[in-house]
DNA sequence: GCGTAGCGAAACTTTAGCGTATCGAAAACG
DNA sequence: CGTTTTCGATACGCTAAAGTTTCGCTACGC
């Protein structure tokens, strides 16, 4: 057909699509996101126009919301916790740091918030965005307790499932309710304090 | 003016205003709530509709959405926990044993969902939310866990912010991931299993 | 029983977003 | 340079929902 090898490149003719644009788009409907706009109300328009780009660019990328939604999440996948493994309880705060981090952060709530809220409404891309960023979380911090057992660190009888949620459910919780009147102002060392409190635990002894 | 003692009824002339209508439009409006639908989502009609009522019955009463929802809000105001008082460990576990069920119940989760979601864009129904719904609780949480302090129960160098994020934090949380799946899949004894391993902590002795 | 005001249903006007089409300009290629 | 495709912008027809108004009917007080 073309002169050009189409086994290899293929490039086609024309003006090349602009990443740039791409870029603008994905930011602005994750910006929009983070700013607690629902799957519901977040809307095309809203979209362009923030990303200072027309429709049309948007519409020969992607055919609809769903599929833009999913695109611009897996760009957000932050990188899953770095933990140097020298103690349980080393990683299990560099483990929270990690995590109070994303939950002060706009773009990475809204992953959280559409998990949680649009779970009946959009069925398939709440699960997608479970296996992706939520399963892979909760498979480290598991692993992590079960090491910690096994080295003694952790008690044998540990409920694990009920030990995820009490670390990360404190990070979350503490955000949600001392940390909304200033981001900011959240101690630094929050997860060390929390973490060290769960190991001791609340009783006296 | 009229010839009725002003001072006192006033009472209108016509056919007085129907309290069932305006009981059903409460109840619709706590019902989709419950639902997941966000504020911005709700809309009139769907209110009207679910009610059996007219649009013109529920502009009658409520001059916006803001106003109607702040009505059924607080007529949702559940009872604050009831404690036995025998030990802390016991109103703890009778604590979060209401913390469960609220987690579980859509109409209360709804209160939550908004107070986090919708702050940005409606600063007033949300404090005013925040101060007749979760204050009182948190006030009834950190009275709780003084008192454990003063009777020796509860660590004296507990973080108290910390530990009732790490309490109310817990139930959310695991609700939220492990109740995911089935709200009754629940174990019955989980408010007892979180406290008693929160007391103890989670490091090996 | 008359007047008044609330009732539900339905028609209306307005607004917002969707998805498509069209435009002149711009960017890559041969 | 000419072709091809994308770019941002704008306009269009369409649908859904919001909020307002109208209408015939109903319930209560005088």
Redesign the pocket.
């Known amino acids: 057909m073309t ?2 090898d189409e086994t290899q490149a293929a ?8 990443a ?3 870029k ?1 788009i994905i930011d602005a409907t994750l910006d929009l996101m983070g700013e607690g706009i629902s799957l519901a109300e ?5 979209i ?1 126009a923030r ?7 948007i ?3 992607w ?3 769903e599929d833009l939604v999913v695109d611009a999440l897996a760009k957000l996948k932050s990188p899953l916790p770095e933990m140097g493994g020298r103690s349980v309880r080393e990683d299990l705060i560099a483990y929270l740091e990690v995590v109070r981090r994303d939950a002060c952060d706009a773009r990475s709530r809204c992953v959280l918030n559409i998990a949680m809220n649009d779970a009946e409404r959009h069925p398939r891309l709440v699960e997608r965005i479970r296996q992706a960023t939520i399963e892979p979380r909760r498979a480290v911090m598991s692993a992590l307790l079960q090491r910690g057992i096994a080295t003694g660190e952790i008690r044998a009888d540990l409920d694990v499932p009920v030990a995820m949620a009490t670390l990360v459910g404190t990070v979350m919780w503490y955000v949600r309710s001392v940390g909304l009147d200033g981001v900011d102002g959240l101690p630094h060392d929050i997860a060390e304090r929390i973490v060290d409190q769960l190991l001791a635990g609340l009783a006296s002894r």
């Open positions: 002169t050009t490039r086609p003719a024309g003006r090349p699509r602009s740039r644009a791409e603008a977040l809307s095309i328009e809203a362009a990303a200072g780009v027309g429709k049309t660019t519409y020969r990328r055919s609809n919301k």
